[in-house]
């Protein structure tokens, strides 16, 4: 009974985006206040932040498309280990235009989320074993006078 119970708790609480465990825009002020890392990924529409433990990134996004793939479902002894072993759970909520940023060799990136991408069009594929997101490049991050700013391709 309380293994059944602990199980749906933690379905209930990735299922929710980890609320009331941590906040839902953690991710977006993440991006807004940071500068650019190595090798993460972000995704602030369902409240990602994943590195190379969790999503595996092929691909080098200065001059050509990259793929990200990892889990949709993953275990977990607490919710936060849950929702690292789990990050692409709510992938299938991505809508167009919400924004990916994925940080390589200290740029960030900037992807929207769209149905279609021309060939000629830098792309970001997520891939897990149940969906499919492709988003196009739209520019980067830079930093100037401590505020983000987007320049666009």
Known sequence: MIIATYCAMMF??????????SEVDATA???????????KLFIPAINVTADNSSVKLSGDPSYDDVTASGSDVGFGITPSSLRKSSPF?????????????????GIRYVYKVTKSV???????TIKTKQD????KTIGTVSWNNGKPALETF
């Open 89 to 105: 759970y709510n992938l299938d909520q991505l809508k167009d235009g919400d924004e990916i940023y994925l940080d390589s060799e």
């Open 29 to 39: 002020k993440t991006v807004k206040t940071t500068k650019p890392t190595d090798n």
């Open 132 to 135: 499919t997101i492709v988003a």
């Open 118 to 124: 021309g060939e000629e069009e830098q792309k970001l």
């Open 12 to 21: 209930t609480v990735l299922d929710l985006n980890g609320w009331p465990l």
